[in-house]
């Protein structure tokens, strides 16, 4: 096995701050840009999956089934603490 270096970390690292992002913010197309056309990719609710397309479809699935606003739309409007 090859001994991983500090390119391969920051790649790793990068590709999974990738792909939370394009959940977060529901840009699923943009998972394209994150795993290659053949990736192989398990997930417990559906098992296997062949192809990002696939992984792409099944996820807008269940993404409309448990509908969760992105995270994004939190923060329009300032956050304001008040003491008990």
Known sequence: ?????TIDYFAIRNALARYTLCLDSRD????KKVFTPDA??????VGEMTGVDELIKVITKRCRLHFFPP???AYLYPITFSPL
């Open 28 to 31: 699923f197309e943009a998972l």
């Open 71 to 73: 995270p994004r739309y």
């Open 40 to 45: 192989v990719t398990f997930y417990p609710m």
């Open 1 to 5: 096995m090859a001994t991983p270096n």
